[in-house]
């Protein structure tokens, strides 16, 4: 083989992970300081609290009350499993038995006073049931407390009443106004906000008429209503089926064909009771619980994402429990928590000792400390508002994930304290649970306190870890990672003192930079995160590229030597052309050694960082000596 002939590429390892080149969009991002929000932050900015509002009119008026296993509460379900296949979600509709309720629905022949509420009223339990098909119809009258019952005309009328406290009283009025053949008979609550009182069981002589009762905001639109002119009413009397539903939606983690993730639930019941289009409690919660999915849904996640309708809360906490107990002790054992909205938009503002703000109130004193509270507490910190405030009661869905191991929470607006418990606002339970009483604003910061602290237990923890040049931990080293579709840098923050730095992300492959004070940069290009995820930098001195000013210089002619002679010519980072060799005989040997130890200068200059330059000098006066030593011996 002729001395031409042995050339090969001198290639150094630095034997450091992830030694890549510092992306230039990410050391331009920290040098400015640029940064897009983090992933936290995005989050927060997205829910639309005029979208969440809309949800909670949708229910509580276009649809109205929801009683457990009427047509009411299966449109809620439908309206809600719709929008999670819509978002993506894989959903499934469980039913299960409930008790039955009994309910009267109401068609006047005029709404045109101002004021909202129900138009559904509560049936005495052992009056006349006309069925869905058989609506019974006539005009209102008005006849007060009934004092007046004998001078009037209401035969083949709803006879409009005073409700009376007194069972003994009230029966006797209701015997005297049947005798008289009346179409059928509204007792109105006439205490302020009144609920609707119960009616119970009415005496025999009246148990072949339509006996109901209202609550006060009821009672006064009618007696509105007959202010202007004549109004008639159309009233059926019915009973709930025995079976109630929930709609389930599932977001599966990214390649869990082995279902194995960590499980969140998002849940808030879709009933209400009889006669309350049910705004606040708890359309509220339903709609805060779709905003929630609907962003949850444009990420891929690592943990598999549940969301729950629960249907019958009101009947005995039913279809969350029903759902809860099915579960296998493995789903048990992944569940990181169960989130409930419960009554999360009331516009009431509480009273000066017992102001309204946002609570989150595990089941009992013993979990107050739970995951699912702490999560959302760091939320609440990071909108600058505080602490959590926290509580414990139980009355609601989380009740059913707690009774079965499970972390988890209800979130509401209201006061609670040892003392008092929860003070709820006062339309509670009540006709007067109306959209008048939500608040768009409230709804948008629930929206970003539970779904936000959802989004924050989802996300995945990733690691950062950076090396300077010798190979030592490398602090205060500020760091970003652009994931995915960014059309930025996202801020991670500075190494600590074992040079880590911990961030969060979803399910999402990133890139990242470093970039120390002494100039030294790096990056890590093309990181999968997958659960929580470990990332190494290693920091090297920035390459200087040439300027376009520097004029080319000519290469002088090779001289003729005495003896046998090898140019190394230095090559930038990535070039594979080999060293040139020349031969010849006479010439200085000093002239040689020049040349090599120029080429030795120069190829240092191409290489970075200590260890790197160290290595590069050995490497290639090795090879110098080897390959001097070869052509020698060619020589002779």
Request: aromatic share 6%.
């Amino acid at each position: 083989m002729s001395a031409a002939a042995a050339v090969v590429p001198l290639v150094i390892s630095t034997g450091i992970a992830n030694a890549a080149p510092a992306p230039e969009g990410g050391i331009e991002a920290i040098e400015s300081g640029t940064y897009i929000p983090g992933y936290l932050d995005e989050y927060l900015s997205q829910p639309v609290a005029a979208d969440v509002f809309g949800h909670v009119e949708h229910l509580s008026v276009d649809i109205g009350p929801r009683v457990a296993g009427t047509e009411a509460e299966d449109a809620g379900i439908a309206y809600v499993q719709s929008l999670l296949d819509s978002y993506g979600y894989e959903t499934e509709i469980e039913t299960f038995a409930t008790p039955v309720s009994d309910f009267a629905d109401v068609t006047p022949s005029r709404d045109d006073v101002e004021g909202t509420g129900s138009w559904q009223f509560r049936p005495a339990a052992n009056a006349l049931f006309t069925g869905p098909d058989a609506p019974v119809s006539g005009e209102v009258i008005d006849i007060d407390d009934g004092s007046d019952l004998a001078a009037a005309d209401i035969a083949g009328k709803f006879v409009l009443v005073n409700w009376m406290q007194n069972a003994t009283n009230r029966n006797a009025l209701l015997s005297d106004i049947a005798a008289q053949n009346p179409a059928g008979i509204i007792q109105t609550q006439t205490t302020p906000n009144g609920a609707i009182p119960n009616p119970g069981s009415v005496p025999e002589s009246v148990q072949g008429t339509i006996v109901t009762s209202v609550g006060t905001i009821q009672g006064e639109r009618i007696r509105a209503l007959l202010e202007t002119e004549a109004l008639s009413l159309s009233i059926v009397t019915d009973q709930s089926t025995t079976e109630s539903s929930n709609v389930i939606g599932v977001l599966p983690a990214v390649g869990d064909s082995e279902g194995t993730a960590p499980i969140v639930y998002i849940g808030s019941h879709i009933d209400s009771v009889v006669g309350s289009p049910g705004a606040s409690d708890n359309a509220s919660g339903v709609a805060i619980m779709l905003e929630s999915a609907r962003i949850l849904a444009l990420y891929d996640w690592d943990v598999e994402i549940r969301i729950g309708a629960w249907g019958a809360e009101e009947r005995g906490i039913i279809g969350s429990a029903y759902h809860a107990n099915q579960l296998t002790q493995d789903e048990i054992d992944r569940t990181i928590g169960a989130w409930n909205m419960d009554m999360a938009g009331t516009s009431y503002l509480g009273t000066e000792e017992q102001p309204t703000g946002f609570w989150g109130l595990s089941v009992n004193p013993d979990n107050a400390d739970n995951d699912v509270l702490n999560f959302a507490s760091e939320v609440t910190q990071h909108q600058g508002e505080g602490e959590l405030n926290r509580g414990y009661v139980g009355r609601s869905d989380h009740q059913s994930f707690h009774d079965v191991g499970i972390n988890a929470a209800v979130f509401s607006w209201m006061f609670w304290s040892e003392d008092t418990s929860i003070v709820l606002e006062p339309t509670y339970h009540r006709p007067s649970d109306t959209i008048d009483n939500i608040s768009e604003e409230r709804l948008g910061i629930a929206a970003q306190y539970i779904g936000g602290s959802v989004f924050l237990a989802s996300l995945n923890e990733v690691t950062v870890s950076v090396l300077a040049e010798d190979g030592s931990a490398a602090a205060g080293v500020p760091v970003a990672m652009q994931c995915g579709e960014d059309d930025g840098w996202r801020e991670v923050g500075e190494t600590d003192e074992s040079g880590s730095i911990a961030t969060l992300a979803p399910h999402v492959e990133c890139d990242f930079a470093a970039l120390a004070e002494d100039g030294t940069r790096g990056g890590s290009l093309d990181e999968q995160i997958s659960g929580d995820t470990a990332v190494s930098i290693a920091l090297e001195a920035a390459v200087i590229p040439p300027t376009d000013t520097e004029e080319p210089t000519d290469t002088p002619a090779p001289t003729e030597t005495s003896g046998p002679t090898e140019t190394v010519t230095p090559t930038e980072p990535g070039d594979t052309t080999a060293p040139t060799q020349t031969g010849g005989t006479g010439g200085d040997s000093t002239d040689a050694g020049n040349k090599v130890d120029n080429g030795l200068a120069q190829t240092g200059a191409s290489i970075t960082g200590g260890v790197l330059l160290a290595a590069a000098l050995v490497a290639a006066g090795a090879y110098l000596v080897t390959k001097r030593n070869r052509i020698t011996a060619t020589d002779e």
